[in-house]
């Protein structure tokens, strides 16, 4: 009941996320397994997580733009999107 219980608050967290959010917590989540998997301690499991997680948020960001659509910043530092 715990795992399930478990399993269920993880994906509720993940659903309000952008893909870059959840690009960066899938990737570190896979990152810290195979780095402690690989290595056996925390050190390898901490390497791991940062290299998964900045490699998701690339790959979560990439996936999130849109063809021809640019991010651009206001003067009141609002990010907004617009044609290039």
Known sequence: MKKILAIICV??????CTATERG?????????????????NVRGAAVGAAIG???GAIIGNASERE????????RYGNRY???C
């Open 11 to 16: 994906g509720a967290s993940l659903a309000a």
């Open 24 to 40: 960066a917590g899938l990737g570190a989540a896979g990152g810290a397994i195979i780095g402690g998997a690989l290595s056996g």
């Open 53 to 55: 997680g900045a490699g």
């Open 67 to 74: 063809p021809d659509r640019c991010y651009y910043r206001d």
């Open 81 to 83: 999107l617009d044609y």
